[in-house]
């Protein structure tokens, strides 16, 4: 960074010397996004001088629906629908750690096999969500295969997802007291089938999209957010095992059937926006292990679920749970006053916590290496907003 | 495919095709017709073959075989019908509708999907129509503070500049619009027009992002224009010629290509990024700078300039198959008649299915070799776009400027070497002549 | 829901700590934490891998300080506030989390303070944890409490023509429910 720094101060000055301008003319203000191609719903207005940023502002909230304020107008089953709404790409992990908190909260267990189903969908969707996410970083870095090969193998496991959950993406499926539906037949064959080919598939990613030369020069010692200050601010999931923190909650505080579950937390060590893009595949590599495993484990027959009466009175009180999305932690912290409806919700999403490492990577970057660094923070403006 | 409309009413439709025939009718009478018996009044009609080439005369023509062709070949032969049709803007044009339908289809079955599906029934040839059509029916915008004359000037001269770059490319012996005897160096005197027009058009939007794409496309050019020099030198010096159709007749022995391996390297890199494809299309780049300096084109203006840009796909694919590749040269495949004997038989349609007097083996055989060559090189060109992502403006410059300009004196040293050890060149081991 | 004292949840949650429990992350923490600020620092609840400590809003520095020095909570998992109208207080509660101390990794501690709810200024914890900045700026437009020290207390996720009370407070009622 301070290299950096001070190669941008001394260019400054050599060109305030030629020019005899002031410094406010010779920086210019973009706005980028929300129309911008590459924002998403997002908007940051950054100034240039020259090639480089100086100045980085986000500005989210373009697609703030206030849905901690509409979960406590709903009881806790009325909740789930609305709550996957900001990922919806990553439905079942956004409803797993809300219905955790709730459980808790009731004090109920979920049936084994309910909770190798709802790990199962987890995975599920978190393998979607990371490919839909990967295929906007190819597109961002204009390549269109790398756009269309993630996109179009992450209908392989929505099909999955849809013959589990009965929606395409919207799924609602973890729900408190466990899942809605026990798997339908012949469904563990076809996942371990899918699995397979997708497993393939990521080696094919590699070999045209993680190994291409030009690719590298891009991204590789672009953006670098160190062990300090990653932790210093905040970030999590890819972005933190990017930085060499191997912190994945799904390890260090085991949920439901996580702890029977053997598999690496993946972590590299070169902080820069290439390992922000390659950790994700290393954890897709992870993920197919643990389906695979899930299914082995998975009991026979049983139930699905605990059932709960539709308004189901929690006691008083205040929890905090948290799961491992796509995007990092992502943790509910519920207040119940021993209503049917929540007292206070409040959602902790990787996305927001993302967000404030955006300006302090973007400050003294190049413009170039804008939408390197921006999607490579695993940002999801959507969540973010809630 | 479509549903009807619930107010759907037979009688309504016939209703409409008539009047629509009463109009067109009304037009033909009152407008098309009293035009018509004007111009014939007042404009002397073409003679050919001591005749005055009259209607009846002309519809005769059309079904007298024998008095067809004199009327094609008169035509064939003019300047005009080399400017707009054959080797000229019609069939560019045409070749770059071509490349962007088999670009959209190559590169949707490189990504695994089927690319332009439902317009014109078969595979979606009539895709690139379709869009033409929606281009030219859309409202141009132009920025109210923009500078308005060169804001519509630019991609016409757009458009004309490339059509300049096409007219100077040979695809056979005499085949080529202008013919001058500096031609190589004006195909890089116009090359180097495009970067102004960017900057101008971009200027003239006045807008933020086709500023910084404009800045952008004219560091590029400039950093590769330089190199793009540099890698053709050796192709003069071995041709001894700048004139494209004396260079590609020098290669009849060998191409270039064998020789000047580097070079053809630089050149192919080189002109990626003059055409600003992938992975060299920064002053577009969409997620840093939207569209870069095309931001503000609406409609047709668009069209003209991605028609400009696949214009000098064709030329800038052509001028390596002219420098590297040996022109139109290559074996002779076709036969010297098309219907051996067609020509003295009495039956009229065969005769002119024999062609006879434009069919000729030569140039038929060097076209067909052009095309082939030229067709490859476009096909390389697109196939680096779906492998390849974007690179950064640092690394391009640093590219440019560093790397292809020492690439290209390597092999004219070693140009240089064997033509003074006597090998090749004018009196070497190995004659071009 | 709505008026519901939280004198008894509170009371709830303390007879919950006080049973004896083998937690030894929450031991440990807990007693250095009793020992070091004694009644100044209310432990309200414990659990496995949480624990909720209670502070004056006077003294939410010196152990936002504590806890990041001696105990490696480096970051804010999250920063928010909930409304009590009953009481008119409106609560804080900082999540936080270790990265540093590889013990500490499952351990949220939640360090929650009370301020008065028709002026509710909080010194913010911008200095200690960086973390907070984004969370600080949505707690002050949705619930309106104003951190001191705090850079930019102003619109964050709001837009830009919100002209109404901070929609988390518990008066603001959603139009229709």
Redesign the interface.
């Known amino acids: 960074m301070s290299n950096i720094e001070e190669k941008i101060s001394e260019a400054k000055k050599l060109a305030l010397q030629i020019t005899r301008e002031t410094e406010e003319d010779r920086l210019?203000t973009?706005s980028v996004g929300p129309q911008?191609?590459?924002s998403g719903h997002f908007r940051f207005v950054i100034k240039v001088d020259g090639?480089y940023i100086v100045y980085v502002d986000p500005d989210?909230?373009y697609v703030?629906r206030?849905h901690?304020?509409?979960c406590?107008?709903r009881n806790h089953f009325q909740n789930i629908p609305h709550l996957e709404r900001p990922v919806i790409h990553d439905s079942c992990n956004i409803t797993y750690s809300y219905s955790l908190a709730v459980e808790d909260l009731v004090g109920i267990t979920v049936p084994r096999r309910g909770q190798f189903i709802r790990a199962l969908a987890s995975e599920l969707s978190r393998l979607s969500y990371t490919l839909y996410w990967l295929a906007i970083y190819?597109?961002?870095?204009?390549?269109?295969?790398?756009?269309?090969?993630p996109a179009?193998d992450r209908e392989l496991l929505i099909d999955l997802l849809e013959r589990l959950t009965g929606a395409r993406i919207t799924n609602a499926f973890s729900i408190p007291g466990g899942v809605r539906c026990d798997i339908p037949n012949n469904f563990k064959e076809k996942c371990l089938a899918q699995v397979n080919y997708f497993e393939k598939r990521l080696k094919e990613y590699e070999d045209?999209?993680f190994n291409?030369p030009?690719?590298r020069?891009?991204t590789e010692g672009v953006g670098i957010l160190t062990k300090e200050d990653?932790?210093?601010?905040?970030?999590?999931g890819s972005v933190?095992r990017a930085s060499g923190?191997p912190?994945d909650v799904r390890k260090?505080?085991p949920y439901d059937v996580y702890n029977e579950i053997d598999f690496q937390v993946q972590y590299m060590k070169t902080c820069d926006s290439f390992a922000r893009a390659y950790v994700p595949l290393l954890d897709m590599r992870e993920s197919c292990h643990i389906i695979r495993q899930l299914i082995d484990k998975m009991p026979e027959s049983g139930d699905v679920r605990e059932k709960l009466q539709f308004n189901i009175k929690s006691?008083?009180?205040?929890?905090?749970k948290?799961v491992e999305s796509g995007r990092g932690?992502l943790?509910y912290?519920v207040?119940s006053?021993?209503?049917p409806?929540p007292?206070?919700v409040?959602?902790?999403v990787g996305s927001?916590?993302n967000?404030?490492a955006l300006p302090f990577l973007l400050t003294g970057s190049?413009?170039?290496?804008?939408?390197a660094i921006y999607w490579s923070l695993n940002y999801w403006p959507v969540e973010a907003?809630r | 495919m479509g549903s009807l409309t619930p107010d759907f009413r037979f009688g309504n439709f016939v209703g409409s095709i008539v009047w629509l025939v009463f109009v067109v009718l009304a037009l033909v009478t009152l407008l098309i017709l009293p035009i018509i018996f004007f111009v014939l009044f007042y404009v002397p009609l073409p003679e050919v073959d001591g005749e005055v080439l009259t209607p009846y005369l002309f519809f005769s023509m059309m079904v007298d075989p024998s008095r067809t062709l004199p009327v094609v070949q008169f035509f064939i032969h003019t300047d005009l019908f080399r400017a707009a049709i054959f080797p000229g803007f019609g069939f560019a044009a045409l070749i770059a509708a071509a490349t962007i339908f088999i670009e959209r289809k190559l590169l949707a079955k490189m990504q695994l999907r089927v690319g332009p599906l439902y317009a014109g029934k078969v595979e979606g040839i009539f895709q690139l129509l379709a869009d033409g059509l929606k281009l030219l029916t859309k409202e141009i915008i132009v920025p109210s503070g923009s500078d308005k004359p060169i804001f519509w000037l630019a991609p016409i001269m757009f458009v004309s500049t490339a059509a300049a770059v096409v007219a100077l490319i040979p695809v056979a012996d005499g085949w080529v619009v202008a013919d001058v005897s500096v031609g190589l160096i004006a195909a890089f005197a116009i090359l180097g027009f495009f970067p102004l027009i960017a900057l101008l058009f971009s200027w003239s939007s006045n807008s933020k992002y086709p500023f910084i794409g404009g800045l952008r496309a004219l560091h590029q050019m400039i950093a590769f224009e330089i190199p793009f020099f540099l890698s053709a030198l050796p192709v003069v010096i071995l041709s001894s010629s700048l004139n494209l159709t004396e260079i590609a007749r020098s290669q009849n022995l060998f191409m270039n290509i064998f020789i000047l391996p580097i070079n053809a390297f630089v050149f192919f890199i080189s002109s990626l990024a003059e055409l600003e494809r992938i992975p060299f299309d920064l002053p577009e780049a969409e997620s840093e700078i939207v569209a870069g300096w095309l931001t503000e084109t609406t409609g047709m203006l668009y069209g003209l300039i991605q028609l400009g840009s696949y214009l000098k796909l064709y030329a800038l694919a052509g001028l390596f198959v002219v420098l590297f590749l040996g022109g139109w040269s290559g074996p002779q495949i076709f036969p010297p008649e098309l219907i051996p004997g067609a020509h003295d038989s009495n039956l009229p349609l065969l005769q002119m299915l024999a062609l006879d007097g434009l069919y000729n083996p030569v140039t038929v055989n060097s076209i067909f070799w052009f095309m082939i060559k030229t067709i490859i090189v476009i096909l390389l060109m697109l196939i680096i776009r779906g492998i390849n992502p974007r690179i950064r403006i640092d690394i391009l410059l640093h590219t440019g400027w560093y790397k292809l300009i020492v690439l290209t004196f390597i092999n004219l040293f070693i140009v240089l070497m064997l033509i003074y050890g006597g090998v090749i060149g004018p009196g070497g081991l190995i004659s071009i002549r | 829901m709505d008026k519901n004292s939280t004198k008894t949840t509170q009371e709830n949650e303390i007879s919950l700590k006080e049973e004896d429990s083998n937690y030894p992350l929450s031991n440990t923490l807990l007693t250095s934490i009793n020992s070091n600020f004694g009644d100044n620092a209310k432990i309200v609840y414990k659990k496995e891998y949480r624990s909720k400590i209670m502070v004056k809003p006077e003294n939410l520095v010196e152990t936002a300080l504590f806890l990041r020095n001696n105990h490696g909570f480096d970051h804010v998992e999250s920063a928010s506030g909930t409304d009590y109208p009953a009481d008119n207080e409106i609560e804080l509660n900082y999540h936080l989390g270790s990265y540093s101390n590889i013990d500490y990794y499952p351990y949220i501690v939640i360090l929650s303070t009370r301020v008065n709810r028709d002026d509710p200024k909080s010194n913010s914890l911008i200095n200690i944890f960086p973390s907070v900045e984004y969370h600080e700026r949505e707690t002050y437009e949705m619930l309106g409490v104003y951190f001191l020290g705090h850079p930019r207390n102003e619109r964050f996720i709001l837009p830009e023509d919100w002209a109404d009370i901070p929609p988390l407070r518990k008066d603001f009622r959603i139009k229709g429910r």
């Open positions: 210019m973009l911008h191609p590459g090639d989210p909230g703030h206030g901690e304020k509409m406590e107008y190819g597109i961002f870095l204009g390549h269109s295969t790398m756009f269309m090969w179009g045209i999209f291409n030009l690719l020069q891009r990653a932790i210093k601010l905040g970030v999590t933190l923190v912190f260090v505080e006691s008083p009180g205040e929890t905090y948290r932690a943790g912290h207040v006053d021993g209503s409806k007292y206070r409040k959602a902790s927001f916590r967000l404030l190049k413009l170039g290496d804008m939408p907003d």
